[in-house]
C-alpha cells in the first residue's frame, strides 16, 4: 500500500512539474536587449551623412570609426577632406566653456554648421559657437534665427518680435503691440510648441516675413504635474476639432530699418500647411508655404483652408502689402504638396511658378504662368510620385527631384534622384543602383552627395556630378562587428491588400537563432499613418525600435504598410479617408492571414500587436475590432478619440467635425471608447502624464469605457513624462516584453529585469 501511495505521489508531483510555465532569465533578456539600437549603433562604423555649407561646394560629416568620431570637411571640386575643425582643441575650449570634460575623439554631438572661421556646436539644449581652431567657445542664445549673412538673430521677448546685433550684441525691438495670445512669430500647434520664432528673412536680410498669431479665444489644455505638494498646473493653447475659434495668423512683413511692418491685405490665414500639421514641417527648419522673391520686393506664400482641401497661391507687394490670387486647387479629401518636401517653387525670372498635384492619382509637378495663372504645361506624368524637389536650376530650365515607384522591378518605397526639363523632356535617372537614395545638392547645382541602401545592405555614400556620375566614393559603412555580434536583417516580404490585388509591403524580423520546426506567435508592431506607415524609411538600420530584440525572446514580429499609409498612389493614401478607426487594420489582419498560410511555423492563434502614439490607437482599436484574433495588445500614448487631439490632424484625415440632430457625429465611427466594450483578450494601456503631444485623456476615455463595461486590463501611468517616456523608455520596453512572454507564450519573465539604457534615451517616434 505504501509503495502504490509513493508512486502515486510521484507521478503527481511530476505532472505538477510538467505544468509549471517555462521561466526566462536575466540572461535571455540580456540577450535580446542586444539588438537594441543603443547596443547596435555603436557596432556600425563610417555610415555618415553629409551636409552642405551654405552656398559652397563643401560638406560635412560625422565619420564614426573603431577609435572614436571624428568630424570630416569635404571639398567637392577639389575632391579633398580634411578635419571640420581641430578637434583637440575644441574639445578643450568645450571643457572650459561649459564646465563638463570633453574627449576629441567622443564628441557627443552630432550636428555642426560650418560658418567661416567659426563651427557652432549643439549640446543638448545649448548651442556653442567655436573657433575652429579651438581658441574659444562661447554660448549661442537659444532660440534664435540668424539672418543669411549671419549678421543678425531674431528672437521673440514678451509676445513681440526682436534682433539682435550679432557683432555687438546690441538688441533692437522690431514689435511693440504683441500681446498674451496674439504674439508675433509664436510657434505654437497645439501639439507641438516653443519659444523659438516661425519667420523667414529675405534673401538682403533686411526683412523678415512672419506673422501675428491670435488665439485669444482659442481653447486650453491643462495637465498637471507630479510632486510633492501642491501640484503645479500647465497650461496652453491647444484647438481641438469642432472648436468655433482656432489659431488663425495675420501676415506681416517687418523691415529692419525703422522696424517698420506693413500688413498683408487680406483676412487671416489658417494655421494650416500643405503638408504637415503644423506650419514648420519637419525636417526643414523653416515657415513652410512661404518664398522671397531674389530681390525681396515680393512674397509668394500658400493660404491653406481648415480642411486641408482648398489651396490658394498668391504672391503680396511687401512695399504696399497688396495681395493677388495666382491659382486655386481644390479637392474632395485633402491636399498634400508632397511628401520628403514641399514642392513648389516661384520662379521670378520666368515669372512661372512650379505646382505640385495628385489630380491624376500620382504626384505630379505642372508648370504655370505667373501673371495669368494659366497652366503651361504638365511636367512630369506617368506611374509614381515625386517626394521633393531638390533643385530648379532656372538657366537651363532644368528640375532635380526626389520620386518614386517609377521604375519597374524597384521597390516603389526606395527614393531614386531624377532630373527633367520644364518642358516635361529629357527625364533621365541620375541614381542607378536598386536601394533607396538619400541626397543632398550643393547650392551651384554642379554636385550632389549620394548615401544609398537598403533594409538588407549598408550605405554607400558617394559624390555625383549633376549628370550623376560618380566622381568618388566618401564612405562605405562596416558592419563587421554588427554580423558578428549575431545580427540578420530583417526579412522583406509583400501580401495583397483588403482588395485582393494591390500589392503591400513589409519587414519581418526573427529569432536569430530561428527553428523552423518550431511554432512562433506573430506580433504585429504597428504604426498606420496616415502621414506615415509601420515600416518607416527604407533605409538601412542596425535595429528598427526594439522589433528584432523582441524576435529574440521567440516572436515573428512584423510590419506592414497598410492601404491610407503615403508613398503610393493618392487613391490607395486615400483608402480610409473619414474612417479613421479603419488604422490599416484590415489589411494588417489580411496580411498575417496569409503569411501564416505561407510560413507554417507561424502561430496565428497566437496573434498580438502593439504601438505608440498613432500605433497605440490603432491596438487598442484591433484589440476592440478583432478581438477573436488579437490576443495580446500593448498600446502606448494613442490618440484614442481625435476629438481629443490637436485640431490640424483630425480635421485633415477625418474632416470637419459635423453634429447631426440626434447628436451622433463623423467622428464617432474612430473613437476607441465606443468599442472598448468589445476587448476579450488582454490589452496592456500606457500614458505618460504630461504628454504635451497626445493628452492622457485619450486613454483615460477608454479606460472609463472598459470599467463601464467590466473589463479586466492593465495601466502604466507614467508621472512627470510626455509623449516619449525619457528615462522611463527602458521600463517600458521591459513590460511591453513582459506583458508578450506572459501572455502569447505563457511563460513567466525574468522578476524585474533591468533595461542597461543609456542615460538620455530617445523616446518612441510620435
Not at 581652431?133 to 518680435?161: Q, T, W, Y
Not at 500647465?234 to 475659434?245: H, I, S, T, V
Not at 489580411?590 to 502593439?610: C, E, F, H, T, V
Not at 504601438?611 to 476592440?624: L, P, R
Request: net charge negative; aromatic share 12%.
Amino acid at each position: 500500500m505504501k509503495r502504490i501511495l509513493f508512486f502515486c505521489l510521484l507521478v503527481f508531483n511530476a505532472a505538477a512539474f510538467a505544468q509549471q510555465p517555462p521561466h526566462f532569465t536575466d540572461q535571455d533578456y540580456a540577450r535580446a536587449e542586444k539588438f537594441m539600437t543603443y547596443n547596435t549603433s555603436p557596432l556600425v562604423f563610417h555610415s555618415v551623412r553629409p551636409a552642405w555649407v551654405d552656398d559652397k561646394d563643401e560638406f560635412w560629416f560625422r565619420d564614426q570609426g573603431p577609435d572614436g568620431v571624428q568630424f570630416i570637411l569635404y571639398d567637392a571640386a577639389r575632391q579633398t577632406r580634411e578635419p571640420a575643425f581641430d578637434h583637440q582643441k575644441v574639445a578643450a575650449a568645450l571643457s572650459q566653456a561649459t564646465g563638463r570634460r570633453f574627449e576629441a575623439a567622443h564628441l557627443p554631438f552630432t550636428e555642426i554648421e560650418i560658418d567661416g572661421d567659426s563651427v557652432v556646436i549643439a549640446d543638448g539644449n545649448r548651442r556653442w559657437r567655436c573657433d575652429r581652431n579651438g581658441a574659444k567657445c562661447v554660448a549661442v542664445p537659444p532660440n534664435e534665427v540668424l539672418s543669411p549673412d549671419r549678421k543678425h538673430g531674431a528672437f521673440i521677448r514678451d509676445n513681440n518680435l526682436w534682433v539682435r546685433d550679432v557683432q555687438s550684441g546690441a538688441e533692437t525691438q522690431l514689435t511693440k503691440d504683441g500681446q498674451n495670445d496674439y504674439g508675433y512669430a509664436t510657434d505654437n500647434a497645439g501639439w507641438e510648441h516653443s519659444d523659438r520664432p516661425i519667420l523667414l528673412w529675405s534673401p538682403d536680410s533686411r526683412k523678415i516675413a512672419t506673422f501675428q498669431q491670435d488665439q485669444r479665444k482659442v481653447g486650453e489644455m491643462y495637465l498637471v504635474g507630479t510632486q510633492l505638494g501642491h501640484p503645479k498646473l500647465y497650461a496652453w493653447k491647444y484647438p481641438l476639432p469642432g472648436d468655433e475659434n482656432v489659431s488663425m495668423i495675420e501676415r506681416v512683413i517687418i523691415t529692419l530699418d525703422g522696424a517698420k511692418m506693413v500688413r498683408l491685405k487680406e483676412p487671416p490665414d489658417q494655421h494650416r500647411s500643405t503638408r504637415c500639421d503644423h506650419i514648420v514641417c519637419r525636417p526643414d527648419p523653416y515657415w513652410a508655404d512661404v518664398q522671397w522673391s531674389p530681390d525681396a520686393t515680393k512674397l509668394v506664400f500658400v493660404s491653406t483652408s481648415r480642411d486641408h482641401k482648398k489651396e490658394q497661391l498668391k504672391i503680396a507687394d511687401v512695399v504696399t502689402g497688396e495681395v493677388r490670387q495666382v491659382l486655386e486647387e481644390e479637392i474632395p479629401t485633402y491636399y498634400e504638396s508632397g511628401q520628403a518636401g514641399i514642392n513648389w517653387r516661384y520662379l521670378p525670372k520666368s515669372n512661372e511658378v512650379i505646382w505640385f498635384s495628385e489630380r491624376e492619382n500620382w504626384g505630379q509637378l505642372y508648370l504655370y504662368d505667373l501673371a495669368s495663372g494659366k497652366l503651361k504645361n504638365q511636367i512630369t506624368t506617368g506611374e509614381g510620385n515625386v517626394t521633393n524637389i531638390l533643385k530648379v536650376d532656372d538657366q537651363a530650365r532644368q528640375i532635380y527631384f526626389v520620386a518614386v515607384g517609377k521604375q519597374k522591378n524597384v521597390d516603389p518605397y526606395f527614393s531614386q534622384i531624377y532630373r527633367i526639363n520644364f518642358d516635361g523632356s529629357g527625364l533621365k535617372l541620375l541614381t542607378p543602383e536598386n536601394a533607396t537614395h538619400d541626397v543632398s545638392m550643393s547650392a551651384s547645382g554642379r554636385y550632389f552627395v549620394d548615401t544609398f541602401s537598403t533594409p538588407e545592405t549598408p550605405p554607400t555614400t558617394v559624390l555625383r556630378d549633376a549628370d550623376g556620375k560618380a566622381l568618388q566614393q566618401i564612405a562605405k559603412a562596416d558592419i563587421s562587428r554588427l554580423v558578428a555580434a549575431g545580427w540578420k536583417p530583417p526579412i522583406r516580404f509583400t501580401v495583397k491588400a483588403r482588395d485582393g490585388q494591390t500589392d503591400l509591403y513589409g519587414l519581418m524580423f526573427r529569432p536569430t537563432n530561428f527553428d523552423v520546426s518550431k511554432k512562433y506567435p506573430i506580433v504585429n508592431h504597428i504604426y498606420p499613418g496616415p502621414q506615415t506607415g509601420s515600416v518607416g524609411g527604407r533605409t538601412f538600420a542596425a535595429s528598427r525600435g526594439d522589433a528584432q530584440a523582441l524576435a529574440e525572446l521567440g516572436f515573428v514580429v512584423i510590419e506592414l504598410d497598410g492601404m491610407g499609409t503615403p508613398w503610393r498612389s493618392k487613391k490607395f493614401h486615400d483608402a480610409y479617408f473619414g474612417d479613421l478607426g479603419d488604422n490599416t487594420l484590415p489589411d494588417q489582419v489580411s496580411g498575417m492571414k496569409q503569411l501564416a498560410d505561407k510560413y507554417p511555423w507561424i502561430d496565428l492563434g497566437r496573434a498580438g500587436i502593439y504601438g505608440h502614439s498613432g500605433g497605440g490607437f490603432a491596438t487598442a482599436d484591433a484589440m476592440f475590432r478583432y478581438p477573436d484574433f488579437f490576443k495580446v495588445g500593448i498600446s502606448e500614448s494613442g490618440n484614442h478619440d481625435n476629438r481629443e487631439y490637436e485640431d490640424d490632424w483630425g480635421e485633415k484625415w477625418q474632416g470637419l467635425l459635423q453634429k447631426t440632430t440626434d447628436g451622433a457625429t463623423n467622428y464617432d465611427n474612430q473613437a476607441n471608447e465606443n468599442i472598448a466594450k468589445n476587448l476579450k483578450g488582454h490589452l496592456l494601456l500606457a500614458h505618460g502624464t504630461m504628454d504635451d503631444n497626445v493628452p492622457p485623456y485619450n486613454t483615460l476615455l477608454v479606460v472609463s469605457a472598459l470599467i463601464k463595461a467590466n473589463k479586466d486590463f492593465d495601466l502604466i501611468l507614467f508621472p512627470n513624462r510626455a509623449h516619449g517616456y525619457g528615462p522611463d523608455t527602458g521600463y517600458m520596453t521591459r513590460r511591453r516584453w513582459d506583458y508578450f512572454v506572459r501572455y502569447l507564450l505563457g511563460a513567466e519573465p525574468p522578476p524585474e529585469y533591468q533595461m542597461h539604457q543609456p542615460a538620455n534615451p530617445q523616446g518612441p517616434p510620435s
